[in-house]
Structure formats: structure tokens, C-alpha cells
């Protein structure tokens, strides 16, 4: 399947340290707007800001956009690759360029899959900064009393953080990522429409903690990859463990709901 593969979009920010201020305040860290950014502070840059009219029923920009329609209604971030050539500024301009490297469907387990995975190479002052991998997947609604397979088992390790992401934690990165999804933030959308147990954290905020972790572990991040297994839910307390380049974050009952390697 080829349609949309090397489409190219280019974005410019410049990098405005009130979001990487914003973002040091969700996490509980300070904020030096003369230091290099954390690894994947990216995130809060480069919002694609479209009308209300140009938005689909969860809140994304509606199919058919960028990405090419493959006819299935649910998006998730199933995980991703970086790499980390130089450091990123606030305060200086920056471009992200992105390209379609991938479109594929399958047949999974619960029906049909869509999988695509972009390639964003960010660049700040004539320097490849950062490349990104991001795998999205789409799929149908849940069926009528469908019956998920259980999450495989978090591994044993090291236990580095605990917590709970609050209702406010999940809005305020939804706002600061201007991620519009709203099984972040409309509990009813997230129950009914989608199937989730409750308001599901971000992957990508999981990814952070994880990358942070990793970073002060290793004294810095070359690589990261990362992948979502199971849905973690506002309110419930997560582990956030490491045993040497491998990480993941487990919840309250044991599942593994996302696993990642550094270095």
C-alpha cells in the first residue's frame, strides 16, 4: 500500500520558552531557557492548529488530511524511534520537516489494522537536532461485547518512580501538545465510543518520564524507542522501572503498559 508514502510537510517554530516553561511545570522541574531542552520536549512545538470544521469525531485532524483515509475511525500513537544528534533551544527557530515513510494495513487479532509511521527530522540552526519515528495505527470500534486479550506482564526490575496521572496533569499536556484527543479528556467519549476502561495518559507523557529517567540514569540520550502494550488509566498508580537500557511502566495490577530501551 503506497498511497500518501514520501508526502513532505514542513512546519517552523520558534520555539517560544514559555512552553518549555509550561512543560517543566507539568513535570515538577525547573526551567533554564538557556539550556538545552529535555529529550522530547519537541512535543510541545510544531502544533498543527486547525478549525473546528477540520477535526474528526475524536478531536484529531480529520482523515483524509496529511495522512491518508484508510477507513478506520480510532488513531492511537502505538510508539516510536528518536534519535538525538544535538541539542534543542528554546528561543532560536527551528524546522520540522515530515515525511509519509509508511503505509500499511493487516489483520489483527480484534480486525483490521492500519499502520503508518512518519519521519520528522527536526533542524535549528542549519543542525539536525533530532529524527523521529512516530507509528500510528488505526483501527475499527470496539464490537459490542468484545472480549480483550489480557496485557502481558510486566518484567521485574528495578522500581525507579511511582504515580498517578491526575485529570488536570492529562488536560494541562493535552493543551501544552495541543493534542485535541479526547479519550485524554471527555471520560464519557473514552468509555462509550472507544471502549477504554477510563481517561487514558498519553503515551507520549509516559514516553517523557521514561526518557527522563533514562537521561539522568546515562547522563544523556542518544536513542530512545518506545512502544505502547496496554492502556494506562488517570488514577491509577504506575511504575515507572528500569533494569539497565530497558524500561517500561507497569500498572497497579501488574500489565505492562509500555516497554522502551535507551541509549
Known amino acids: 500500500m503506497d498511497e500518501g508514502i514520501g508526502k513532505t510537510r514542513v512546519q517552523r517554530d520558534e520555539m517560544d ?5 509550561a512543560l517543566a511545570a507539568v513535570l515538577g522541574h525547573e526551567f533554564d531557557p538557556t539550556a538545552p531542552l529535555p529529550p522530547f520536549a519537541h512535543q510541545v512545538y510544531f502544533w498543527e492548529a486547525l478549525p473546528a470544521g477540520a477535526l474528526g469525531r475524536d478531536g484529531h485532524p480529520a482523515r483524509g488530511g496529511f495522512i491518508p483515509d484508510l477507513g478506520l475511525p480510532r488513531r492511537m500513537w502505538a510508539g516510536g524511534r528518536l534519535e538525538f544528534h544535538a541539542p534543542l533551544y528554546a528561543v532560536r527557530e527551528a524546522k520540522k520537516t515530515t515525511v509519509i515513510e509508511a503505509v500499511t494495513r493487516k489483520e489483527g487479532r480484534t480486525g483490521p489494522l492500519g499502520f503508518v509511521t512518519l519521519r520528522h527530522e527536526i533542524v535549528q540552526g542549519g543542525t539536525l537536532c533530532v529524527t523521529e519515528w512516530q507509528d500510528l495505527v488505526y483501527r475499527e470500534d470496539p464490537a459490542p461485547g468484545l472480549v480483550v486479550p489480557p496485557a502481558p506482564r510486566a518484567p521485574e526490575g528495578s522500581e525507579v518512580l511511582r504515580r498517578r496521572f491526575s485529570t488536570v496533569e492529562l488536560f494541562r ?3 501544552l501538545t495541543f ?5 485524554h479528556y471527555d471520560r464519557d467519549y473514552a468509555r462509550e465510543v472507544e471502549g477504554y476502561g477510563g481517561l487514558v495518559v498519553h503515551g507520549p507523557l509516559l514516553a517523557q518520564w521514561l526518557m527522563l529517567i533514562a537521561a539522568e540514569a546515562a547522563g544523556g540520550l542518544k536513542a530512545f524507542s518506545f512502544r505502547g502494550i496496554s492502556a494506562a488509566l488517570d488514577g491509577e498508580e504506575l511504575r515507572f522501572c528500569r533494569a539497565g537500557r530497558r524500561l517500561w511502566v507497569a500498572g497497579p495490577d501488574g500489565r505492562l503498559c509500555m516497554s522502551a530501551e535507551a541509549a
Open 17 to 21: 520558552p514559555a512552553r518549555g516553561q
Open 173 to 175: 499536556y493535552s493543551a
Open 179 to 183: 493534542n485535541g484527543h479526547r479519550i
